[in-house]
């Protein structure tokens, strides 16, 4: 496959962007057949290439938020919820309160509801957009 010819070759810059679309076309897939599951390993793999080898935090950005609408989409709020945790850092104070907030939405939306790790979560965002 595509895929490991890139990563045979250590093309990480091709290798992370085919990885996080075979992500995607596996959960498109998965909506009309039920036998085919979203992959999230290979979006996590995509996501930590992109940080890592190919020093693209943009694109990384991005897959995150792909990853986590596939997680919602499923159910996995919480799972969804840690994603988007993991890409906050200190660098961007905008981008990471975005991600809190949005970590912050997805405990209330658990099942059951996490409202303390909401309310945490709401307020460290509200802190964040104020020290940009």
């Known amino acids: 496959t595509i895929k490991k010819d890139f990563q045979a ?5 091709y290798y992370a962007p085919a990885v996080e679309l075979a992500a995607l076309s596996l959960f498109m897939l ?20 992109y940080l890592t080898l190919c020093q693209s935090p943009e694109f ?15 159910g996995l709020f919480v799972e969804a ?9 200190e ?5 990471s309160a975005m991600l809190l907030e949005q970590a912050a939405y997805c405990f209330l939306l658990s ?8 309310g945490f979560h709401i307020v460290l965002s ?3 957009f104020a020290k940009t």
């Open 9 to 13: 070759d250590e093309a990480w810059s």
């Open 30 to 49: 998965s909506l009309t057949d039920p036998g085919k599951k979203y992959r999230a390993d290979y979006m996590e793999e995509a996501i930590t290439k």
């Open 60 to 74: 990384a950005v991005r897959a995150t938020l792909f990853d986590a609408m596939c997680l919602k989409h499923q």
């Open 81 to 89: 919820a840690n994603c988007y945790i993991k890409m906050t850092n």
């Open 91 to 95: 660098l961007s104070d905008l981008r």
């Open 111 to 118: 099942n059951p509801p996490n409202i303390r790790k909401y």
């Open 126 to 128: 509200g802190y964040r």
